[in-house]
C-alpha cells in the first residue's frame, strides 16, 4: 500500500482526511469516534466567546432525487465555554497523540484578544491553529467571520498578530464570498500565514416555502442567509484552491474544503494543489464512517497508478490550469455518435437543435432504422450532446488534426499587432 500520510505547513497526519470545523467536531467524543473510524485529523469547532445559536438552523438543497446536493446552515461557532473545549481537546490529543488536531479561532479584530486566545488553546497541546475568517453570516455581522476574510489589510493584521505569540503552524481560512480570492491569499502570506484552507461557506438562501411564504430554514417565521456547503459547492472550491495554488504570490501549502464526498473528490483537490482536504456536509449526511471506503479507494487508485505516495499527487495539474487567453483557438474536437450504444431517446439532437449549432440530423439507415448523425464540418465541440446523452458510450468527442498550428488568443493579439510574424494567414482566422 502507497503511504497516505501528510506533513501540511509541519501538521504531520496519518493520512489527508481531515474534518472540518462545524458541528461534527463540536465536542471531545465526536473527534475521537471519529479517530477511531479512521480520519486522520479534525479541526475543532471554531472557538472564541460561546454565542447562543438558533432553534432550526439548517436547511439542504435535494436536485432530481438526489439528498444533500447542497446544504445551508445558519449556525454559528461553539455555544460551549472555552474551558470545557480546552479540556476535551486535551483528553483527545492525550488519546490520540498521532492524529492532528487544529483549534479552529475567530475573536474580534484585536490584537490582544488573538494573544489571549493562542496562548490559551496551544497549551493543550494542539498541532496547528485555524483563523477563521469566512463564516457569512451571524459572526460577520459582529464584525468577525467574513467581515475580516473580505479586508485582505485586515486578514493580513490579524495573522500577524497570531504569528507574534503562535508556536504551532498557522492556517488561515478563506471566504470564497469575494471577488478575488487570491488577492486574500497573499495577504494571509504576508502576514506569516503557513497554509491557507477554502473554501468557507459561500452566501445563501437555501429556498422558500412556496405554502407558507417562509424562508428555508426560519426562525419563527424570521429568516436569514447562511452558509452553503456540500456537493454543489464542489467546482466552485476546485476553481479557487486552483487559483491560489498556481499563484506564485501565494505558494504555501493548501487544506481543501469544498463539496468532497468520495475519494474520487479527494484526488482531484490534491491533483490541483491541496495537501490534505476537509469534510464536512458529507459526514453530516453519511457519518463518519464514509472515511473507510475514501481510505480505500485512494489506497487502491494509488497502486493501480504506481505511486508510493498520496503525497505525490499534489499539485501535478496545476500546470495544467490556465487562462481562457492561453488556450489553444486551433485545437479541433467534433461529437460521434455510436449507433450500438444509442437509445434513439433523441436529447442531443432537442439539445442541438435548441441550444447549440443545430449540426445533429435525424436520418435512416439502409436497413430503414432512424438514425442520429453529426455533421462534423459544423460541429463546433462543445459537448453539450455528450453532456445530455444518458446512455454511455453513444457520443464520443473527437479530437481531429485542424491542419494548422495551434494558436491562442493571446499569440492571435500578437500577431494581429504586428508583434509576431511567424503565424500564416490562415492559422490566424
Not at 467534433?334 to 432537442?350: G, L, S, T, Y
Amino acid at each position: 500500500m502507497a503511504d497516505l500520510s501528510i506533513d501540511l505547513a509541519g501538521i504531520k497526519s496519518p493520512n489527508p482526511f481531515w474534518l472540518a470545523s462545524a458541528p461534527p467536531t463540536n465536542t471531545g467524543y465526536q473527534v475521537q469516534r471519529a479517530f477511531e473510524a479512521g480520519w486522520g485529523g479534525a479541526v475543532w469547532k471554531t472557538l472564541g466567546e460561546p454565542v447562543i445559536n438558533t432553534s432550526s438552523r439548517f436547511a439542504a438543497v435535494h436536485f432530481n432525487g438526489q439528498r444533500v446536493a447542497g446544504f445551508n446552515n445558519i449556525e454559528l461557532i461553539t455555544d460551549r465555554p472555552l474551558e470545557v473545549n480546552l479540556k476535551e481537546i486535551y483528553e483527545t490529543k492525550k488519546r490520540f497523540p498521532n492524529h492532528a488536531i487544529i483549534a479552529s479561532l475567530m475573536v474580534e479584530p484585536k490584537q490582544e484578544k488573538w494573544h489571549e486566545i493562542v496562548k490559551r488553546v496551544e497549551a493543550v497541546g494542539v498541532d496547528g491553529l485555524e483563523l477563521n475568517f469566512g463564516c457569512p453570516h451571524g459572526m460577520a455581522e459582529r464584525g468577525m467571520g467574513a467581515a475580516s476574510g473580505q479586508q485582505p489589510d485586515l486578514v493580513q493584521a490579524q495573522t500577524t498578530w497570531v504569528k507574534e505569540v503562535a508556536t504551532t503552524p498557522v492556517i488561515v481560512k478563506l471566504t470564497p464570498n469575494i471577488t478575488d480570492i487570491t488577492v486574500v491569499a497573499r495577504h494571509a502570506v504576508k502576514g506569516g500565514a503557513d497554509a491557507i484552507s477554502l473554501i468557507n461557506t459561500i452566501n445563501s438562501l437555501a429556498g422558500v416555502d412556496i405554502h407558507s411564504w417562509n424562508t428555508i430554514p426560519n426562525v419563527g417565521g424570521q429568516g436569514a442567509h447562511g452558509g452553503y456547503c456540500g456537493p454543489a459547492v464542489k467546482p466552485i472550491a476546485l476553481s479557487m484552491v486552483a487559483e491560489c495554488a498556481r499563484d506564485r504570490g501565494v505558494g504555501v501549502p493548501i487544506s481543501g474544503i469544498g463539496g468532497i464526498s468520495t475519494w474520487q473528490d479527494v484526488v482531484e483537490f490534491m491533483l490541483m494543489g491541496s495537501t490534505g482536504i476537509q469534510v464536512c456536509t458529507a459526514v453530516m449526511h453519511h457519518g463518519f464512517r464514509i472515511v473507510e471506503e475514501m481510505i480505500d479507494g485512494l489506497n487502491n487508485y494509488l497502486d493501480d497508478k504506481g505511486l508510493a505516495s498520496v503525497t505525490e499527487l499534489i499539485g501535478k495539474s496545476v500546470p495544467k490550469y490556465s487562462n481562457w487567453g492561453d488556450l489553444d483557438l486551433n485545437y479541433k474536437v467534433v461529437a460521434r455518435i455510436n449507433e450500438d450504444n444509442c437509445i434513439n431517446c433523441n436529447k442531443c439532437h432537442i439539445a442541438c437543435e435548441d441550444a447549440s449549432h443545430q449540426c445533429i440530423d435525424m436520418l435512416t439507415n439502409s436497413d430503414g432504422k432512424a438514425i442520429l448523425q453529426v455533421r462534423e464540418e459544423d460541429c463546433v465541440g462543445c459537448n453539450l450532446c455528450s453532456i445530455v446523452c444518458p446512455a454511455d458510450g453513444a457520443i464520443d468527442m473527437v479530437a481531429l488534426d485542424s491542419g494548422v498550428a495551434p494558436m491562442t488568443w493571446n499569440q492571435r493579439n500578437q500577431v494581429i499587432s504586428g508583434l509576431n510574424g511567424s503565424y500564416s494567414e490562415a492559422e490566424v482566422v
